[in-house]
Nanobody, 126 residues
Framework: VQLQASGGGLVQPGGSLRLSCAVSGRTFSRYAMGWFRQAPRKEREFVAAIDRSGGSTDYADSVKGRFTISRENTENTVYLQMNSMKPEDTAVYYC????????????????????WGQGTQVTVSS
């Protein structure tokens, strides 16, 4: 399984970005997916997660009401829509996948994921 994140860039405070994560393979619908981020001199932190079907999601408190995770299983892609962005959202964003063929649960702990994308830089600045 290979993950390719894209969509990062520079945005002004209050602006929006949509990240995409394309996943190789034919069993995408059996994977729970997550987004994490890592700011300079900080540890990687959980941002959002979605179960394999797209029916359940979870978010970090810091992004609730501003970010939305979604997936399109026919396109092997998971998205992170980021609105009302703040300078503290500046980080490298990573998508991650974990095989969960029989469970419709979200996974919020980084150590449970075993596949990671390369990261995409998001900078929020005026």
């Amino acid at each position: 399984v290979q993950l390719q994140a894209s969509g990062g860039g520079l945005v002004q405070p209050g602006g929006s970005l949509r990240l995409s994560c394309a996943v190789s393979g034919r069993t995408f619908s059996r994977y729970a997916m997550g987004w994490f981020r890592q700011a300079p001199r900080k540890e990687r932190e959980f941002v959002a997660a979605i179960d394999r079907s797209g029916g359940s999601t979870d978010y970090a408190d810091s992004v609730k009401g501003r970010f939305t995770i979604s997936r399109e299983n026919t396109e092997n892609t998971v998205y992170l829509q980021m609105n009302s962005m703040k300078p503290e959202d500046t980080a490298v964003y990573y998508c991650a996948a974990v095989f969960r063929p029989l469970q419709t649960t979200v996974v919020v702990t980084a150590t449970q994921y075993n596949y990671w994308g390369q990261g995409t830089q998001v900078t929020v600045s005026s």
